[in-house]
């Protein structure tokens, strides 16, 4: 069964950057679909961006050229770069991973990581 972490969550100001981390554990890595969602006070949980194995990521267009999805299957480790960050992408920010026959939403979740946009 796989089991995901995430870290790298803190406060920073408008136009900073973070880079979130996301260990996964089990020998599947390698097929597994890799997503960071977003939950915001009061909203609903989002998609950010996802990757699959060798192939392009995507992303919610609020996040397009700001940040970048990236993965490395020898590490099974997935992370998201954010930079230009602004006040309203403060939020809870959770890893998701999923073999590709589970649907969209499903799979293991880690416990969320805090992103605060203040000044």
């Known amino acids: 069964q796989v089991q995901v972490v995430e870290s790298g969550g803190g406060l920073v100001q408008p136009g900073g950057s973070l880079r979130l981390s996301c260990a996964a554990s089990?020998?599947?890595?390698?097929?597994?679909?890799m997503a960071w969602y977003r939950q915001a006070p009061g909203k609903q949980r989002e998609l950010v961006a996802d990757?699959?194995?060798?192939?392009?990521?995507n992303y919610a267009d609020s996040v397009k050229g700001r940040f970048t999805i990236s993965r490395d299957n020898a590490k099974n480790m997935v992370y998201l770069q954010m930079n230009s960050l602004k006040p309203e992408d403060t939020a809870v920010y959770y890893c998701n991973a999923r073999p590709e026959y589970v649907t969209r939403g499903g799979g293991a979740w880690g416990q969320g990581t805090q992103v605060t946009v203040s000044s």
């Open positions: 990757i699959v194995n060798g192939g392009s990521p």
């Open positions: 089990g020998s599947i890595f390698k097929i597994l679909i």
